[in-house]
């Protein structure tokens, strides 16, 4: 698919923030690999949690505008599952994406990834990360992601879930999607937010930012963030946390966990920026989050 021109770009920015109701989906499966944009992956790093006793894969899930694409793992045959809505990278719903969702459902969770930009395109087939912001990333209003995310917790009540105990995770892009979910949804109880950022430009398409909305949190969130993500200076951590102590009462109760020394995307193990230690401590901080919560 060409990419779209200069032209399309700033038609598409200044559209009303409800035209993705009207949009069809140009993404339909999630396919499989890693993004190209990321080659070469690390592939002796990269986990691989196998499928058997799970019931893993593609689903379809109404949505505004048609059927959303997304990966699906959950315990084979079970029923009234916490429920684990996985937000991906600016990637896209790739194989790194999908095994941690077999990880959650190892666990005794529903997991759901859904492909979240698949109304703007496929992120999986672009080479340049700046190629990919521009023409997909950029494109994507956060109130679309929203409605794709109420649509994913109403499939999931239809399919085996408990939204009585239903958490988000996501990651980089997903990250700052977590925060924003937490805000919105009042069936959240609990998020946890992998190195999303906290402060950034305010566009047509994403008009708040966590920092923003700590007013509005309706569930306890936490942070994982990195000392030296150079995407995420210290300043805007910092600002988070000021404004987490005069939000809600969830927002006063949220957290944020900085690990020093630590790059942007430790927890993924597919890429250079991987770091084993703390990403296995995240793992198990988001876990005890959850837990401690009911989920």
């Known amino acids: 698919?060409?990419?779209?021109?200069?032209?399309?770009?700033?038609?598409?920015?200044?559209?009303?923030?409800?035209?993705?109701?009207?949009?069809?989906?140009?993404?339909?499966?999630?396919?499989?690999?890693?993004?190209?944009?990321?080659?070469?992956?690390?592939?002796?790093?990269?986990?691989?949690?196998?499928?058997?006793?799970?019931?893993?894969?593609?689903?379809?899930?109404?949505?505004?505008?048609?059927?959303?694409?997304?990966?699906?793992?959950?315990?084979?045959?079970?029923?009234?599952?916490?429920?684990?809505?996985?937000?991906?990278?600016?990637?896209?719903?790739?194989?790194?994406?999908?095994?941690?969702?077999?990880?959650?459902?190892?666990?005794g969770y529903l997991a759901i990834a859904p492909e979240l930009f698949a109304r703007q395109g496929d992120p999986r087939q672009y080479t340049a990360?700046?190629?990919?912001?521009?023409?997909?990333?950029?494109?994507?209003?956060?109130?679309?992601?929203?409605?794709?995310?109420?649509?994913?917790?109403?499939?999931?009540?239809?399919?085996?879930?408990?939204?009585?105990?239903?958490?988000?995770?996501?990651?980089?892009?997903?990250?700052r999607i977590t925060w924003l979910y937490s805000a919105h949804s009042p069936h959240v109880k609990a998020g946890v937010a992998w190195y999303g950022r906290l402060v950034s430009p305010v566009t047509p398409n994403n008009p708040t930012h966590p920092a923003d909305i700590t007013g509005a949190l309706k569930a306890e969130v936490l942070g994982l963030y990195g000392g030296a993500d150079q995407g995420i200076p210290p300043d805007t951590v910092e600002k988070m946390r000021t404004a987490l102590k005069t939000g809600s009462k969830p927002a006063q109760c949220s957290k944020i966990h900085v690990y020093d020394g630590a790059p942007h995307a430790f927890h993924a193990d597919y890429r250079p920026s991987y770091r084993k230690p703390e990403a296995e401590d995240g793992w198990e901080r988001m876990l005890a989050w959850f837990k401690r919560r009911g989920i």
């Open 1 to 107: 698919m060409p990419a779209p021109t200069a032209t399309e770009l700033e038609v598409d920015s200044l559209a009303p923030a409800n035209s993705y109701s009207r949009r069809g989906f140009l993404v339909t499966s999630v396919g499989a690999g890693f993004a190209l944009a990321v080659q070469p992956v690390m592939a002796q790093t990269a986990i691989s949690t196998p499928i058997d006793g799970l019931t893993a894969g593609e689903v379809m899930i109404p949505a505004p505008g048609g059927s959303m694409v997304a990966y699906r793992a959950q315990p084979a045959g079970a029923f009234n599952m916490p429920t684990i809505l996985v937000i991906q990278e600016i990637f896209g719903v790739h194989e790194y994406i999908k095994d941690v969702c077999r990880r959650l459902a190892r666990l």
């Open 129 to 175: 990360i700046p190629d990919l912001v521009s023409n997909i990333v950029a494109k994507v209003p956060d109130a679309q992601v929203m409605a794709d995310l109420d649509a994913c917790v109403d499939w999931a009540k239809g399919h085996g879930g408990d939204i009585s105990r239903l958490g988000i995770t996501g990651f980089c892009w997903g990250g």
